[in-house]
Each structure stands twice: as C-alpha cells, then as structure tokens.
C-alpha cells in the first residue's frame, strides 16, 4: 500500500485544495476568521482538510474532543499509566476554575486536572514555551494542589482525618519549548523529581514531578522504539509522515486520528477551535516575548549597576591614589623645607667659623 493510501485509511478521503478552500467559504463567518490566521496556520488547516495533516492534540479544544476524561477516560489513562508505569484508573475530572493557581502571561495551552481510584491527583499540563524559573513555581503551584487534595480529604473525613488519608500529587508538563536548564542536559527529555531522606529514613513525601522536553524528544528520536515514545510522538506532532510510522508501530492510535478526521466533517467547529487556539498561542508568544524582553531589561540593569559600582569602586581607588600622592607631595615638600633649613644652618655655621 503506498503511503498516500496508508494515509488515506487513517484520516480519510483526500481532497484538492481548491476544494478544501471551498469548504471554508461556504461559511462566511468561518472564512474571516481563516483569513485573520498567519500564512502558516491557514496551511495546516487546508492540508488537514485535505487529509493530508493531523491536528495539534494539545491545544487544548482539540486534546479535550480527543481525550475528553468524561466520555473516553481510558485514552488518559492509557498514557499516563504508560508514563507513570502504573496501572492509573481516572474516577473524576476535578475543575479548575476558582482554586487553579494562575501566573500572569501563562504560557499553558492545555491543563486538566484528575483525581485517579487511590485519590491521587494527576495536573497535565501543555506548555508552549517552558516556564523560567520551574522549580519555584511548581513549587507554588504544588503546594496548591495538594491543600486541594487535603481540604477535600478532609471535609469528608472530619474528625476522623489523618495525614496518612492524603495521596500522592503529580504534576506532569509537557513542553513544547523547554527551557535552558532542561536543553542543558540533552539528550534527556524525561526529568523526574521525588524526594527522598538522604539518610535513608522512609518519609512520604506526597509531591511528584514530571517534566516532558518534546522538542528534546525530535530533535533526537528518529524512530518510535517504545510506547512512550509513541505518545510524545501522537501528543506533539501532526506532520504525516509522523502519523504514518506512529500507527504503523502502534496501530491502536488509528482510532484516535478517526475522531481527529471528524474535524473535516464539521470545518465550522473547526475554525472555532482553531480560532481560540491561535488566539491563545498569540496571547501567550506576546507574554513570552514581555518576560523575555524584561530578562533582557533585568540583566542590564543588573550589568548597568554591576558597571556603576565597579566605577565607584574605581573612583574609590582614584580618590585614594590622589589622597596618597597629596600626602608624599606633602612629605616631599616638608622635607624640601627641612633640608633648606639644614643647608641654611649649616652655611651659618661654616660662617662662623670662618670655612
């Protein structure tokens, strides 16, 4: 079967482009907002509705139309059982609005929040550019989830609490971009944090971390060797040929890219959920672009001060060379004095004397 067939059996019958134009003006509404997209974006949803590209899973309208925890759990549960390397059954989806710890200028385009059959709590979450400063706030936001976990555990418990009711918490990102302190350590793309007593002392520390760097991923991974790899491959990439080996390797992801070729079908919704994840990717490129530009500022300044004191510092050093020189100019003429004097006496007593 030649790949244009292979492809054709995962995301349906191809269209012209023309054609997949077509579709789109039939709506007029749909259309403006096609044409409000950048150049390349309008690419990828005229190839996807050709049938010739998949979607971006984890902008967050289309990941929750894939792996919706309400109607197909196991999906979720899937990967995470696979990342985690434990059996992990989902029994809700917990909201996030009104408690989620936010930052201004989030960069996360995609975040779902789990509680698992232990009563663990599982946070996903996609980001498209990593967030500096990773250790402080996961921390924060952490601590955020796991006062959660305890204010529900404990209003059902009441008086009966115990510390030992409370879960595990995981916090899994995703990075679409990392950071400069993953990239450091490439080719690693999977980091995990748990903390354990450096005596040895069997203490439960209930935070897990888990941080993803995809770009990491493709830039060293050729082929799809494990089932982990072929999540990171269907979670992050939409090319066809990465579709093509992915359901070769692992042909249990066809049925995946069926309900992501739904989408062609219905290129109304599509727009709509393509629209809100521009808008969101532009909202946060800006933000990222404002905290870049403000590191810049920040390091200036700080090489601005840096430079300043080293002047006073220079400055010091002058005023006290000068301070010194006065002083031996000083000495210098004082003792010039004295030996005027000297010479003075010493001709008066030659005088005297009759030399």
Known sequence: MSQKEKLKSILGNPISRDAALEIIQKDAFSYRRFLDFPLEHQ?????FLQGIRGLPILY???FQAIFNPNT???????????????QIHIIQVIPREGTQMTDKGSFVIMDILVQTEDGSYINVEMQKHGYEFTGERSTCYMSDLVMRQYTQVKAEKKSKFSFKDLKPVYLIVLMEKSTKNFKQ??????????????????????ANYTYISLDTFHAIRQNISSYLDAWFTFLSSD????????????PEFQEYYHDIALFRKNPKELMNMYSEALMQMDKNTANYMIEEMQKEVDELNAQVD????????KAEEVSAVQNELA???????????????????????ESKLGI
Request: glycine content about 2%.
């Open 43 to 47: 690419e990828k949803v005229l190839e």
């Open 60 to 62: 967050d309208s289309f």
């Open 72 to 86: 197909t759990p196991e999906r979720l549960e899937r990967f995470l059982s696979c990342l985690m390397d434990q």
């Open 239 to 250: 090319a066809p040929e990465d579709i093509l080996k992915l359901i070769e390797a692992y």
């Open 185 to 206: 350590v490439s080719p690693n793309y999977v980091h995990r944090i748990h903390y354990t007593c450096d005596t040895g002392a069997d203490i439960n520390f209930l």
């Open 306 to 313: 840096a430079w300043k004191k080293a002047l006073s510092e």
């Open 327 to 349: 002083q031996k100019e000083n000495q210098v003429i004082a003792a010039q004095h004295e030996l005027a004097q000297k010479e003075a006496y010493i001709k008066e007593l």
